[in-house]
């Protein structure tokens, strides 16, 4: 795989049966390509229609990999076949609603605030996790979806004066940097307009639920229940599939995928005759 990844100019995409195999392929191809070149998409280790959300970490992961899709041509891309199962978001959202940010650009602290909720972020006292922003005076710490550290930006009235990572135990800044990417927070949107399209979309799909519990309520009032991940056709218009996100010229190898595609759809299948007479689920 690795001598083939250097002898085609373009993505390589390996599908595999499962995420553990998925994990020591990415291991073992380090050996002989450069971490820039070797990528995994993982699956958000849940079951289908589990009442879990994946963690951060793991949808931090996905985001980022599907943002630096937009334009890559060379390097591999490890998918476990469940995970290429799964429809993701459209690219116009994922490319449409990334913000970067530079040292030297006006920035007003409360058009950043609401830049961070509106992308889904979570305003904490302390920031802990990726997804969360803190804001003490002039300065605001933020731990962007796709980064593996978190940011502290220092302004000088409106005006980024300097951005440098921290650590998150310590909360000591490290290296300085000029720019940051900034995500969503979520694969689906959270503004206002998508809470909207959400609600008619629910409606359609299941009618209207007075139960302060359900999906439908907590997520009119602004609410993010767990498993809220398994309603993402509510969010959009449509979805597409990794495909989509993938260059024309992709060389796709697969390992033995057919046994666990199998497998996997077939438990689908299970959990949803399972759980679809019971509306809260």
């Not at 998409?41 to 289908?48: A, I, N, Q, V």
């Not at 300085?176 to 799909?205: C, K, M, V, W």
């Not at 229940?225 to 024309?248: C, H, K, M, N, R």
């Not at 992709?250 to 666990?260: E, G, M, R, S």
Request: charge should be negative.
């Amino acid at each position: 795989i690795g001598e083939a990844v250097k002898q085609h100019q373009q993505l390589v995409v390996l599908v595999t049966p499962d995420t553990p195999s998925a994990l020591k392929l990415e291991h073992e191809l380090h050996a002989t390509l450069s971490r820039d070149e070797v990528m995994v998409f993982p699956d958000w280790e849940t079951l289908p229609y589990d009442h879990f959300s994946p963690h951060q970490d793991i949808v931090s992961t996905r985001l980022h990999t599907l943002s630096r899709l937009n334009n890559i041509s060379h390097g591999v891309l490890i998918v476990p076949v469940a995970t290429l199962m799964l429809r993701a978001a459209p690219k116009e959202f994922i490319y449409g609603n990334a913000i970067v940010y530079q040292v030297g650009d006006t920035l007003n602290i409360d058009k950043l605030r609401k830049q961070l909720d509106d992308a889904g972020y979570i305003h904490t006292q302390q920031v802990m996790a990726h997804g969360e922003y803190a804001v003490r005076g002039s300065v605001v710490d933020l731990f962007a979806m796709g980064q593996n550290a978190p940011v502290r930006f220092d302004l000088f009235d409106d005006e980024i004066d300097s951005m440098s990572h921290f650590d998150v135990d310590s909360q000591r800044s490290s290296d300085n940097i000029s720019h940051i990417n900034l995500l969503p927070a979520h694969e689906f949107g959270t503004t206002d307009s998508d809470i909207e399209r959400f609600r008619i979309q629910y409606r359609e799909a299941f009618g209207a639920s007075a139960e302060q519990d359900s999906v439908y309520m907590q997520v009119s009032k602004g609410a993010l229940p767990a498993g809220i991940e398994y309603y993402l056709p509510l969010f959009f218009e449509g979805l597409e599939s990794l495909f989509d996100y993938l260059p024309d010229d992709t060389l796709v190898f697969c390992d033995d995928i057919q046994p666990k595609l199998a497998a996997y759809w077939q438990e689908t299948e299970d959990r949803y005759e399972n759980l679809r007479y019971d509306i809260q689920k």
